[in-house]
């Protein structure tokens, strides 16, 4: 069974903090996809990483960066320098091979305050 | 890059009445397609997998009859929920694969409010 948790339901920073999402996973797969969508306010879901279950390197992209760790089935998202648009609620989220859908966590709904 | 055109984004209906919702690839064919229900401050769950010319896949506990679901090209799936009722009142948002393990691109959602 697949299974996603983000235990982090809100989180509230002050602009220009860092702040880590939380992601732990749970799969009896040795082959998945990881993913991590933003939902702003607006409601549509925006792509932001896959990550294939044999590519532990960590990823920077700008202000993101995900730090991947099979070990603790873990695929954490940071933000740095935390910026007001970056308010959304964001999904990690599992496919497992041969699956098509996503395994969605239930959401952390991230607040920036200016 | 991929998108996904969802229609309509707002909808206001009368209960008993049916609303359809599309889901349009723009520049992909997607032979799969899903329909997921957001609930206010809650996950996405999926309720169906499209697949182009055959018959939707639903989940558990999800009503057929009252959620249909059509495929009938590459390009396009359309989800009509039937008699709404105000605890239909939800986000629907739809999402469509390529060829391969491409990620899944999501349309803009469609928010639902039965009066």
């Known amino acids: 069974a697949q299974k996603v948790t983000q235990a982090q339901t809100e989180i509230s920073v002050v602009e220009k903090e860092d702040v880590t999402l939380d992601c732990v996973y749970e799969?009896?797969?040795?082959?998945?996809?990881l993913f991590w969508y933003k939902q702003p306010p607006s409601g549509e879901l925006v792509f932001l990483i896959r990550r294939n279950s044999f590519d532990e390197q960590n990823e920077i992209s700008g202000r993101y960066s995900w730090n991947f760790q099979k070990s603790t089935s873990s695929f954490n998202f940071t933000i740095t320098a935390s910026q007001v648009v970056d308010s959304a609620v964001y999904f990690c989220a599992l496919t497992p091979p041969g699956a098509n859908n996503l395994f969605f966590g239930t959401g952390t709904r991230l607040t920036v305050i200016p | 890059g991929a998108v996904v055109s969802q229609h309509p984004s707002r909808v206001i209906c009368k209960s008993g009445t049916s609303v359809k919702i599309e889901c349009r690839s723009l520049?992909?064919?997607?032979?799969?397609m899903f329909w997921y229900r957001q609930f206010p401050k809650q996950s996405l769950m999926l309720m169906a997998t499209?697949?182009?010319?055959?018959?939707?896949?639903?989940e558990q506990g999800v009503e057929k009859d009252k959620f249909l679901i059509n495929h009938a090209s590459l390009t396009l799936s359309t989800l009509t929920v039937t008699s709404a009722h105000p605890e239909d009142s939800s986000f629907y948002i739809c999402?469509?694969?390529?060829?391969?393990?491409?990620?899944?691109?999501f349309g803009n959602g469609t928010r639902l409010t039965v009066t």
């Open positions: 499209s697949n182009e010319g055959s018959k939707a896949t639903y």
């Open positions: 520049d992909f064919q997607a032979t799969t």
């Open positions: 799969t009896r797969d040795t082959t998945y996809y």
């Open positions: 999402s469509a694969r390529g060829t391969g393990w491409s990620p899944l691109h």
